[in-house]
T-cell receptor
């Protein structure tokens, strides 16, 4: 089955700086990679996703890059703000399968 | 955007009682919903896949008689924790995918904090 590794487990970034979270996956057939943000006491919220036919996707301050050859994808948050503080999860899935495989999560803290 | 509503958000019950958690897709139909359990500072652990009109599929190690799942309609799945014990205390989260949406993003409810005393 799929195995997703996520690094780092914790990340502290000065407000205004950029944050990068990296994930690797094992199943080369995976073709959809969402990122979720989970605030304390809440469920994960989808913030951006990317399909395997695209190398990069951007939405305002958030971007995701995908390297299919190396089987890794990354989340980039620029101009970080205090409200970006949360736990971020990457995930991978192959269309046709039903279950997402999640990474272990990254606790991001933005220092004012 | 797609919204998944989960209720209750928080419940405290006594040991031995049963608790029902509801998961609703508000603006889309979901033939499949998922139930997760999350321990503090850990990732989501898939418990079971809820299939509309048929039996749920449970992950290895999850007791189907303890965690009863019913998916009676395209917009509602319920998880009942039967004869709850303190070790069942956890954060339970449901998710659903729009059956008609090709990109198939998964949307989550806001979770239910269960405390068994």
């Amino acid at each position: 089955g799929e195995n997703v590794e996520q690094h780092p487990s914790t990340l502290s970034v000065q407000e205004g700086d950029s944050a990068v979270i990296k994930c690797t996956y094992s199943d080369s057939a995976s073709n959809y990679f969402p990122w979720y943000k989970q605030e304390l006491g809440k469920g994960p919220q989808l913030i951006i996703d990317i399909r395997s036919n695209v190398g990069e996707k951007k939405d305002q301050r958030i971007a995701v890059t995908l390297n299919k050859t190396a089987k890794h994808f990354s989340l980039h948050i620029t101009e970080t703000q205090p409200e970006d503080s949360a736990v971020y999860f990457c995930a991978a899935i192959r269309f046709g399968n039903e279950n997402l495989t999640f990474g272990t999560g990254t606790r991001l803290t933005i220092i004012p | 955007g797609a919204v998944v509503s989960q209720h209750p958000s928080r419940v405290i019950c006594k040991s031995g009682t049963s608790v029902k958690i509801e998961c609703r897709s508000l603006d889309f139909q979901a033939t499949t919903m998922f139930w997760y359990r999350q321990f503090p500072k850990q990732s989501l652990m898939l418990m079971a896949t809820s299939n509309e009109g048929s039996k749920a599929t449970y992950e290895q190690g999850v007791e189907k008689d303890k965690f009863l799942i019913n998916h009676a309609s395209l917009t509602l799945s319920t998880l009942t924790v039967t004869s709850a014990h303190p070790e069942d205390s956890s954060f339970y989260i449901c998710s659903a995918r729009d059956s008609g949406q090709g990109a198939r993003p998964l949307h989550f409810g806001n979770g239910t904090r269960l405390t068994v005393t």
